[in-house]
């Protein structure tokens, strides 16, 4: 068995792995019973899609594949950075954080005027 049958071999293995992957994370974005669930499996499935791009530039030997799933993974962060301000601005997510608290003004005037004087930076 020479190199390039085995690499042939794990390719093609690795890519029906990956197939697995990606049937089940759907599985998971439509039965997902919350906002926050749906978000993670599309992040998944940005990290699935560079497990296929990577796969294929080994396969072929085209090393451009790469530097795709690198901008990728940039705008799958981005993306899923965005999502969770959404999702935290909005309150949509099925269970209560315990971060939203602390970013909601005190209330009451003389704290609400004091957390405004902070945010100016004044005294």
């Not at 899609?49 to 030997?61: D, L, P, Q």
């Amino acid at each position: 068995m020479n190199p390039a049958d085995i690499l042939q071999a794990a390719t093609t293995f690795t890519l029906v792995v990956l197939s697995l992957a990606l049937a089940m994370t759907v599985v998971r974005i439509i039965r997902g019973p919350s906002l926050a669930d749906r978000v993670l499996g599309l992040d998944m499935l940005v990290a699935i899609a560079i497990g296929f791009i990577a796969t294929i530039a080994v396969r072929t030997g085209f090393n451009l594949y790469i530097d795709i799933a690198i901008a990728l993974g940039l705008v799958g962060f981005l993306a899923t950075v965005a999502f969770a301000r959404f999702i935290l601005a909005r309150g949509l997510s099925s269970e209560k954080s315990e971060v939203t608290p602390h970013l909601r003004l005190p209330k009451g005037g003389k704290a609400r005027q004091a957390a405004r004087r902070k945010r100016r930076g004044e005294r």
